[in-house]
């Protein structure tokens, strides 16, 4: 994400407050930021789950 990619796909879950964001996982396999951003690869795609609170105090 701190490379300034986009994801294609977003969801919030309501019941426990989560977002996730899935990207495109040939652009994530190869990170050197991965490990940080604790995105997790599946088999097409890889996805970041983050909590509107995260996202909250990063906007400030």
Not at 5 to 20: A, H, V
Not at 36 to 51: E, F, H, M, P, R
Request: hydrophobic share 25%.
């Amino acid at each position: 994400m701190s490379k300034g990619e986009k994801p294609y796909k977003t969801r919030y879950y309501e019941k426990s407050g989560l977002y996730r964001a899935s990207f495109n996982k040939k652009v994530c396999e190869h990170c050197p930021l991965r490990e940080k951003c604790g995105a997790k690869l599946q088999k097409k795609s890889a996805y970041v789950l983050i909590t509107a609170k995260t996202i909250e105090r990063a906007s400030y």
